[in-house]
């Protein structure tokens, strides 16, 4: 059985920092692209990023460059994503997903987690 669980969200205040974990079970996490999305209240969900399974070419959506930090450790079978400056806009929920994604065509939703939840909030 495929799985992917995310953690880390939480909340933070305005310029704060987050990283998240997506732990991998049920196939072979080093040979596959992944993804993080996010969906916020009322918006469509949100492309941020896309890492290659060596983790040495990785694609970010414009939001998130200089904030936002793609990474994996195929070894532990786990994604992350380190958050910097966080502001009130990046509240959402974020999931994790297999495969590659970009903006016009994010990973398939079946594709997901179970996503976590992140506040910015002060």
């Known amino acids: 059985e495929v799985q992917l669980v995310e953690s880390g969200g939480g909340v933070v205040q305005p310029g704060g920092s987050l990283r998240l974990s997506c732990a991998v079970s049920?196939?072979?996490?080093?040979?596959?692209?992944m993804s993080w999305v996010r969906q916020a209240p009322g918006k469509e969900n949100e492309w941020i990023s896309s890492?290659?399974?060596?983790?040495?070419?990785?694609d970010v959506e414009d939001f998130a460059k200089g904030r936002f930090i793609t990474s994996r450790d195929n070894a532990k079978n786990t994604l992350y994503l380190q958050m910097n400056s966080l502001n009130f806009e990046d509240t959402a929920v974020y999931f994790c997903?297999?495969?590659?994604?970009?903006?016009?065509?994010?990973?398939?939703?079946?594709?997901w987690g179970r996503g976590t939840q992140v506040t910015v909030s002060s």
């Open positions: 890492i290659n399974p060596g983790g040495n070419q990785i």
């Open positions: 049920g196939f072979d996490f080093s040979t596959h692209f």
């Open positions: 997903a297999r495969g590659p994604g970009s903006r016009l065509f994010p990973p398939r939703r079946e594709d």
